[in-house]
């Protein structure tokens, strides 16, 4: 996308962001790297549902199958079973087996590493194109198994990111990837992403933000600071 003057001007905001989170939080854990397909399969898994579910329930699949072909290939029923923990077993493992049929008619080993060859939005484009796959799986699969330049918006991201003034306010989620990609620096998209949401959980609250002790409060926007 062509940067208007409005958009170089939040570039240089982000990037004040990025460096003061950097220096409050510090340099963020991401929990061990997986595989793209693993990951992928995670994040199906953790939605709607917190981490230690999720986890279980990524636990309890690798200890029952092989294989994501054995996964693929396994009895419905069954499968939601052995997922149950995570919740709405009956949507994520349909989801889970569609999005493996199409991986593997892609790649007989199960990976997703051909997709280092297309270019972001052609990655973006055909994992979205997966059952239960949004914008924010496809870009945490891209970003921190891949290696692809996605940033992943959730919630918290798009609550800060509209509050503090680096997108446009009236930008949907959907768009509000492209645009923080655009405008952001990608070394940074790792431990932004990561530093943005705990900056939305322990200040940028939705209902009571804590604004006084806020680490970017002199670069916000926000006009209903609460004291």
């Known amino acids: ?38 990951e992928l399969i995670c ?4 939605q709607n549902t917190n981490d230690v579910n999720r986890d279980k329930a ?3 699949l690798k200890a029952r199958y092989l294989s994501w072909k054995e996964v693929r290939d396994a009895d419905p029923a069954e499968l939601q079973y052995v997922i149950r923990i995570a919740g709405l077993a009956q949507q994520k493992g349909p989801n889970i087996q569609s999005a493996l049929e199409a991986i593997g008619e892609k790649s007989e080993r199960f990976d997703l590493d051909w997709l280092k060859e297309l270019s972001v939005e052609e990655a973006r ?25 996605a940033f992943p918006v959730d919630t918290h991201i798009f609550r800060v990111s509209g509050r503090i003034g ?41 209902r009571k933000p804590k604004c006084s002790d806020c680490p970017v409060l002199s670069l916000c926007d926000y006009p209903d600071k609460q004291f």
């Not at 220096?23 to 991401?30: K, V």
């Open 58 to 60: 990524f636990r309890a």
């Open 125 to 149: 484009h055909w994992l979205v194109n997966l059952k239960g796959v949004g914008p924010k799986t496809a870009a945490i699969v891209m970003l921190f198994s891949l290696g692809i330049p």
């Open 1 to 38: 996308m062509e940067l208007t003057g409005t958009d170089l001007a939040r570039r240089e905001k982000l990037d004040q962001v990025s460096h003061r989170l950097l220096e409050y939080f510090g340099e963020p854990d991401w929990h061990e790297p997986l595989p793209a397909v693993d």
């Open 166 to 206: 680096l997108r446009p306010s009236k930008l949907s989620v959907e768009k509000t990837h492209e645009y923080l990609e655009a405008i952001g620096n990608p070394a940074d998209f790792g431990h932004l992403h990561l530093n943005l949401i705990s900056l939305g959980r322990q200040f940028c609250q939705a």
């Open 43 to 46: 994040t199906i898994l953790s």
